[in-house]
């Protein structure tokens, strides 16, 4: 069988990298296509602009999963989310083996992050039970078909039997998502930007998965994959206006404040305050933001002790990605610090891989800020109160060519 062509569109965000694949897809019938996207918008997206005959999985009695298998046996184009891909069974996989599918990935997938669904109780007595044991490698190992357990316990054993669960330092469960699938299609490719930076990138440097890196660029016809190229952000430079001014100095927070520890410790609660206040003066006083040109965020966690009059609707992930939802706003305040899980980036260090944090805060917080208008060229503000990100961005902002290849080594 030969091998699957992997090919990473990357590109920045709103340079047309979905319209490259809408143009790909109609101009390529002989293809089955899956598309694989974060947000039901989108998915809308594809079925509307293509020529093709898109289907979506809907849930009529026996489940989305189900269903896409239906599809997937029929050769049917498909559109779809995520979340559903992240739940392909063998069935799934055997489909898009035989039927030779093409998958175009919008954004990265998170391919392993923390499995909370199991308490370390459950795991405990698993393991006891003779239910479960973990191997050389960490991963979670179901032994014994005989026995019986709880049906609660059903979606751990699936996860089990398909490598999928992997303890770290013998008491951190992860998910991961096993990498046999990318094997599968005739072709995959990859919309994102800065793809260095993505957990993908560096699962992908794990197992030995190969792939070419392309970047989109518009031509006389519509638009066309290029060798990949560094983006010229000298345009950015003009219309980001990031504040700067007494808001950055009253919380004195060192590298590691705002991130998530730092808003789940009892010491900072005066400090949160503060920047629940700094967050309203920003939006009230500063830029004088009516309530539907805002865009901000904070941890999940954290967004019910910094919302505020004015704003508080105006609340979007911090993991936001490909969505033109809130292409309309401009005043922004991006209340977050961001480091990988330390459960992820401990797997890879095991495994002789170190993921760059800043680079990886980088991609993340550059992904939220072109949910806005910035995407079409348009100027925005942005109060970034963590000294650590905002130097990332504005590092970004200046980047040349040499700052680049220092950056992602």
């Known amino acids: 069988m030969e091998r699957t062509k992997i090919t990473v569109i990357d590109s920045l965000m709103g340079t047309g990298k979905t319209t490259w694949a809408i143009e790909h897809i109609n101009n390529n019938p002989e293809e089955n296509i899956l598309y694989i996207t974060p947000f039901l918008d989108e998915v809308d997206r594809i079925i509307k602009n293509t020529t093709r005959e898109f289907k979506e999985p809907l849930n009529h009695g026996n489940g989305k999963l189900s269903a896409i298998n239906e599809m997937l046996a029929c050769q049917m184009d498909i559109a779809s989310t995520h979340a559903l891909f992240r739940t392909f069974n063998n069935e799934s996989r055997e489909n898009i083996r035989d039927n030779h599918y093409t998958l175009i990935l919008d954004e990265v997938l998170n391919v392993i992050e923390p499995y909370d669904d199991v308490k370390p109780d459950d795991m405990k007595f698993l393991q006891k039970g003779g239910f479960i044991t973990i191997d050389d490698e960490g991963y979670a190992i179901w032994d014994n078909e005989t026995l019986d357990y709880d049906i609660k316990y059903n979606e751990i054993k699936n996860l089990a039997n398909s490598r999928s669960l992997i303890y770290v330092n013998q008491k951190l ?22 793809f260095d930076a993505s ?60 991130s998530a520890n730092w808003f789940k410790s009892n010491i900072n609660k005066e400090k949160i305050q503060m920047l629940k206040n700094n967050i309203y003066n920003y939006f009230q006083h500063i830029v004088k933001a009516k309530s539907e040109t805002i865009m901000w965020t904070s941890f999940k966690e954290s967004k019910s002790k910094l919302k505020g009059k004015g704003y508080s609707n105006r609340h979007v992930a911090c993991n936001c990605r490909s969505t033109n939802e809130y292409a309309n706003t401009y005043n922004l305040a991006y209340c977050v610090n961001i480091y990988l899980h330390p459960g992820v980036s401990q797997f890879f260090l095991q495994r002789g891989i170190e993921v760059d944090q800043d680079l990886y805060a980088l991609s993340e917080m550059i992904q939220w800020i072109w949910r806005s208008r910035i995407r079409n060229g348009e100027e925005i503000n942005i109060y970034i109160p963590s000294k650590r990100m905002r130097g990332l961005l504005e590092e970004w902002l200046n980047m040349n060519i040499e700052y680049h290849e220092k950056l992602v080594g």
């Open 173 to 194: 469960l992860l998910w991961r998502y096993p990498p046999e699938i990318f094997s599968l299609f005739d072709n995959i490719y990859i919309l994102t930007y800065m």
């Open 199 to 258: 957990i993908l990138k560096y699962y992908f440097d794990l197992y030995g998965i190969e792939y070419d890196a392309k970047s989109v660029v518009r031509t006389d016809t519509g638009y066309d994959l290029a060798d990949y190229f560094v983006p010229d952000l000298s345009l950015y430079r003009e219309k980001i206006h990031i504040y700067d001014g007494k808001l950055n100095n009253n919380l004195n927070n060192k590298i590691n404040g705002l």
